[in-house]
């Protein structure tokens, strides 16, 4: 798969940032999020290959998890970005720490990053993906119920979101199809499962937990702070996993801090940064 087919969107000015979702999702993940760091950044927000818009990766590139950050370097390199600023999600915060340890990007922000699981986290993260990619098989007219009704939606989303109400019905069964549909689900599980995150980053790295967390426990972040003392690490009060929709403006301001941090101890200058 050639990275010029890799589905993304694009806006704002200034230095560019790039968000990365997780598994089973694509970058509507991202939410109102994406809007407010626009204010700051040339903001890329990407769908992964085998997800969302993006065709499934061919030869020489896999479902491996560094074909993955092979295939992300790939992208920057042919957008032109110069080590991007990178925040991810999930699967997509394990990817933002492994750009950070090969020095590919100037900072990292990883939210509720996979990789730092024991066995119990493990089997619960599993037994919560697979229901959702189940009920993602329900006929399209009981995804759509689901996805319409408030009180339907706060159930069947509870793993992901604290205030699932937040998810408008319409994205909510665009995402129920994309699940159902993307053929990068079972392959990346199963890679991803059998992946830790074990390096040290190069680059300034914050890594951000929503302390209602249902599919990466909370316990997972003691785990993280342990292992990566060197990082920041910030709790994100009343979020569940997807802490973009369940708080975007305290997701944005965590990535802004971990840029405006890295820069400070640089001593660089920051033209326009809001500090949303």
């Not at 940032?17 to 890329?44: M, N, P, Y």
């Not at 990789?115 to 986290?121: A, I, K, Q, V, Y």
């Not at 989303?157 to 909510?172: D, F, K, S």
Request: aromatic share 8%; charged share 15%; with cysteine.
């Amino acid at each position: 798969m050639d990275v010029t087919t890799i589905d993304y969107a694009r806006a704002g000015s200034g230095d560019p940032l790039v968000l990365i979702h997780g598994i089973g999702h694509q970058r509507s993940a991202w939410g109102e999020t994406f809007e407010l760091l626009a204010q700051d950044f040339d903001v890329i927000a990407l769908d992964l290959p085998g997800f969302g818009k993006s065709p499934a990766p061919a030869p020489p590139y896999s479902y491996r998890m560094d074909s993955y950050v092979e295939q992300l370097e790939d992208f920057f390199d042919h957008l032109g970005l110069d080590r991007p600023h990178v925040a991810g999600n999930s699967l997509g915060g394990m990817f933002a720490l492994e750009l950070a340890a090969r020095g590919s990007v100037r900072t990292a922000t990883a939210i509720s990053p996979a990789g730092f699981w024991g066995p119990l986290g493990l089997v619960n993260a599993v037994a919560n993906l697979s229901l959702m990619k189940a009920s993602s098989h329900a006929p399209r007219r009981v995804v759509r119920l689901f996805s319409d009704k408030a009180a339907l939606r706060k159930a069947s989303l509870r793993a992901l979101y604290v205030h699932p109400e937040n998810v408008p019905g319409a994205v909510a069964y665009d995402d129920a199809l994309n699940l159902r549909t993307s053929p990068g689900f079972f392959p990346v599980a199963w890679h991803a499962t059998r992946s830790r995150f074990r390096h040290q980053p190069l680059v300034p790295v914050t890594i951000a937990w929503g302390t209602k967390d249902r599919l990466l426990l909370p316990s997972q972040a003691a785990t993280a702070r342990a292992e990566l003392p060197m990082v920041s690490h910030l709790t994100l009060p009343d979020c569940g996993h997807v802490p973009m929709i369940d708080n975007p403006e305290l997701v944005a301001g965590a990535i802004v801090q971990t840029v405006v941090q890295a820069a400070d101890r640089a001593g660089q200058p920051l033209l326009h940064l809001t500090g949303v």
